[in-house]
């Protein structure tokens, strides 16, 4: 009889995870969910069954992942970041894996921190660059998804223990299987430090391996790549020299694919949103084929108004505004937009 009850009891936890599980598919993040998270947790350690365990392990992980990513689908390009989803699989689905699934090996209970370290790096390999992947360079691709995982730790809880694992684990894994990854991830930290990271870099890299897919120029594109990171570290390295210590052809760059230009949007008694403006009109002038608007934490609502105007009074197309991690006097939280010239 006891037997027959437990079995409807699972019945009814397979239900109720279905509703779950149709609930994250449309994004609905209620208590609901994470009450029946921490309950199928609780209920599979009070109980030897396998299925209640792995459903306790699935949930787990796919909380904590999907909190500590979801900052960040404010500051990568539209659709590019999705919420984390894991399904168990035999050895016979194994072949069967759909483009974008990836297999993670999950380790014992006991070993849950590497479970999210895992998680969070197996998550990254499959949501940045979603239609031109092929096209980046794995080196180049490597060194962000290392990157960005690692402040994704940063920012998570007991970030020191997690960081060191990650550290000797996975970064020092991916430095060992190519040395020169570490061209790419040592400027990645500088320009995540002031914002231009995810909020110029990616763009970049993106937009050219579209216009670059079946042009001989490919072969080309890790020196291009390489290129535009030096002149962004160069750039955002004499932001803290103030004032002048940047000359007007260092704020824009040609990569043989296109130009860009950046303008930094600061509230200042002599210089207002007019003037702000005149270089957004300058640089559709100069036929500037892309425009970065960057904005500090405090200038946020400045900066808005200014990317409301060069959108409606310009001749350039606003692609899209975005978070920043960090602005570009590296303090906490800043707003950026992208214009390009049609």
């Known amino acids: 009889m006891m037997i027959e009850v437990w079995n409807i009891c699972i019945i009814i936890f397979a239900v109720i995870g279905v509703l779950v599980t149709i609930l994250k598919f449309f994004s609905l993040s209620t208590r609901a969910i994470v009450w029946w998270q921490n309950f199928i947790e609780k209920v599979a350690k009070n109980r030897r069954n396998k299925f209640l365990k792995k459903k306790a392990t699935q949930f787990k992980i796919e909380a904590i992942v999907n909190a500590t990513v979801f900052d960040l689908q404010k500051e990568l390009p539209k659709n590019w970041v999705k919420k984390m989803h894991i399904k168990w699989v035999d050895q016979g689905s194994i072949k069967k894996l759909d483009r974008g699934q990836k297999i993670i090996r999950i380790e014992p209970e006991d070993r849950q921190d590497y479970n999210l370290i895992n998680g969070i790096f197996s998550y990254y390999q499959n949501c940045l660059f979603p239609n031109t992947f092929e096209v980046v360079p794995d080196r180049v691709f490597n060194a962000l998804v290392v990157k960005l995982s ?25 430095i ?3 040395i020169d990854v570490l061209k790419f991830f040592e400027p990645f930290v500088d320009l995540d430090e002031r914002g231009f990271l995810t909020g110029a870099l990616v763009r970049e890299i993106d937009a050219i391996a579209e216009k670059i897919r079946v042009k001989q120029i490919r072969g080309q594109f890790e020196s291009i790549i390489l290129n535009t990171v030096e002149h962004m570290r160069l750039f955002t390295g004499k932001l803290k020299g103030g004032k002048g210590a940047i000359a ?40 500037v084929d892309r425009l970065y608007i960057f904005g500090s934490n405090r200038d946020i609502p400045f900066t808005t108004k200014l990317i409301a105007r060069i959108s409606n009074k310009t001749g350039y197309k606003h692609i899209e505004t975005f978070d920043l991690d960090r602005d570009f006097h590296s303090n906490k939280k800043g707003i950026g937009a992208i214009f390009i010239k049609q």
Do not use: C, G, P
């Open 150 to 174: 690692q402040r994704t730790i940063q920012n998570s809880a007991r970030k020191d223990f997690l960081l060191k694992i990650f550290n000797s684990t996975i970064l020092e894994r991916e």
């Open 248 to 287: 007007e052809d260092e704020w824009e760059f040609s990569n043989d694919i296109h130009t860009y230009r950046f303008l930094l949007a600061k509230r200042q008694s002599h210089m207002k949103i007019d003037a702000h403006f005149k270089r957004a009109v300058n640089a559709f002038d100069d036929n």
């Open 176 to 178: 060992q299987n190519d």
